[in-house]
């Protein structure tokens, strides 16, 4: 009986015990759930505290060389909030450049569904095939070269802008009277030209300077259209000077026009209706891809869509609140820069038109303004800084410079008469040695880059990379786009050149080209001789 009496308060002590502990349970989950609320709310109101979601370029596996003497394996990602602000990539011929260029643009295509501008100076056909290959077709194509790429009028936008951009590549001295005449002769006349809201072309400013039947017929129509009698009478005065003295005035004017009216490109940059409008395509992200291949009319007109690309900056910052990042990627561009192109870069940045360069050498960049600031600039403007694979000395000093230095600790002995002990010494090291960026293989980089913390906030991170090398397997079956412009009589626009030059004119003025162009290669070669000897 006395069995039965302590199996039966075992089993009650038992099913009391585990009813006991049911109750603590559910009563600490019931408590746990205020709890879980509570670090939910605290989270929400301090960001700080949670992990950043990074967006970016992944570009795999990397190594920080934060302290080279302790490298550690990481994931190597190129941050959009550091790709935004633009990068500055230097290496030699055959580094990686512009692979590395076009896996940038892929990336913008594929990953962040957004146009980009490609200023492309070298000009092979096989940088174009790889960046079709591998996803990133440009949605616009414009060649200083090929006749079937998409058509421009440089004679578009506001009479300011115009004016602007006309100065920098028809006016070569400004400082003495004949440069300061033909610059009082484009702010004289293309108001006048704008003045009428007829789509115009360069080749109708040229005819207004070059016949005075086409200047007589603009002004009687600028009349008709109640154009600004301010503007009407300040052309006036430009052509009541005597026309002898005013073509002697607009000559050098007018001969760095002709390539631009005359020459191979001419109908396809003066178009009425271009199939390549550089303020929509803004507005609408396109990719485009500029392919200039380099000689003195690609760099005119480089200058030209460059202070284009300035205005439609300056427009942005003034009155676009919702612009969308509209990236831009400048390869190979050293012989390209000009003096205002500093200013410009530092208004697209704010503009949400960030600017990338890359260049071969220190030099390049020294050479854009002539007094070294554009490089200080650039180093202290931008989101990050690839350095690939660097041929010369100098260039590579300076590069690894970029890195810094870290701190190394030294523990040394001193064993003498009066004293005996252990020293420790901590010297600043170079992070990076310009030996070791000479050494790099194609595609291998050491970069510094902004990248964000997992407290929120940024730092900067230097590591070597080594750029993805995109699918390019179907590059061979990919050749030059053929783009269908419009037959440019048969457009709306104000057309002085179809109306007023005829044939013969035309004719003796393209005879006029040939015989200045040969005149001026055989002075060249009078000067190459001379220094041969």
């Known amino acids: 009986m006395l069995s039965i009496m302590l199996f039966v308060t075992a089993i009650v002590f038992l099913i009391n015990t585990m009813l006991f502990c049911a109750y603590v349970s559910i009563t600490g989950a019931l408590g746990l759930i205020p709890t879980l609320v509570c670090l939910y709310i605290v989270r929400r109101l ?52 512009s692979i590395m260029a076009i896996g940038l643009l892929k990336y913008f295509t594929e990953h962040r569904k957004k146009g980009w501008v490609y200023w492309e100076g070298k000009g092979d056909l096989d940088i174009y095939q790889k960046t079709v290959a591998c996803g990133a077709t440009p949605n616009k194509f414009f060649s200083s070269e090929l006749p079937s790429s998409d058509s421009i009028n440089v004679f578009s936008g506001d009479t300011d802008s115009v004016v602007e951009r006309l100065t920098q590549i028809l006016i070569s001295d400004e400082s003495d009277y004949y440069g300061n005449a033909q610059r009082s002769a484009l702010r004289k006349v293309v108001p006048l030209i704008k003045g009428l809201n007829i789509t115009a072309s360069l080749r109708d400013l040229y005819v207004v300077y070059t016949r005075e039947d086409a200047a007589m017929y603009v002004m009687n129509l600028a009349k008709e259209k109640e154009v600004s009698p301010d503007v009407i009478e300040a052309a006036r005065m430009f052509f009541d000077i005597d026309e002898k003295d005013r073509m002697e005035q607009l000559k050098g004017l007018l001969n760095k026009m002709d390539a631009f009216v005359l020459g191979k490109i001419a109908d ?62 400048y390869d190979d561009w050293g012989a390209f820069f000009y003096e205002n192109f500093g200013p410009i870069s530092a208004r697209c940045r704010s503009a949400k038109m960030p600017i990338s360069f890359l260049f071969q050498s220190k030099g390049q960049t020294d050479r854009v303004d002539g007094n ?62 310009s030996d070791t960026l000479k050494n790099l293989n194609a595609g291998e980089a050491i970069i510094s880059c902004l990248i964000s913390g997992e407290d929120g906030t940024i730092r900067n991170q230097r590591m070597k ?38 044939a013969d004119r035309l004719n003796a003025l393209k005879q006029q080209i040939i015989e200045e162009d040969q005149q001026i290669e055989k002075n060249h070669q009078k000067l190459m001789d001379v220094d041969y000897l």
């Open 372 to 433: 070294r600031i554009f490089t200080t600039e650039i180093t202290d403007n931008i989101g990050g800084m690839f350095i690939l694979r660097i041929n010369g000395t100098d260039t590579a000093k300076w590069a690894a410079e970029q890195f810094g230095e870290y701190e190394t600790a030294e523990l040394s002995r001193t064993d003498n008469t009066s004293y005996e002990g252990n020293n420790m010494s901590v010297n600043e090291t170079p992070r990076v040695k």
């Open 465 to 502: 990379v080594r750029f993805p090398y995109p699918d390019f397997s179907e590059e061979k079956d990919i050749d030059w786009p053929v783009i269908k412009n419009h037959n440019n009589d048969e457009q709306e626009g104000l057309h002085l050149w179809r109306d007023f030059m005829n």
């Open 268 to 329: 396809r940059i003066n178009a009425y209706n271009p199939t390549l409008d550089l303020k929509s395509s803004a507005g609408k992200s396109d990719s485009i891809y500029f392919h200039l291949p380099y000689s003195k009319l690609a760099k005119d007109l480089a200058i030209m869509l460059t202070e284009e690309i300035g205005e439609i900056a300056k427009e942005r910052q003034l009155y676009d609140k919702n612009r969308q990042s509209w990236p831009q990627v």
């Open 46 to 97: 301090n960001p700080q505290d949670q992990t950043t979601e990074v967006e970016g370029w992944e570009i795999g596996e990397g190594v920080d060389i934060e302290n080279p003497d302790k490298p550690k394996k990481v994931k190597a990602i190129l941050e959009d909030r550091a790709l935004d602000l633009g990068f500055l990539g230097l290496g030699s011929p055959g580094s990686g450049k």
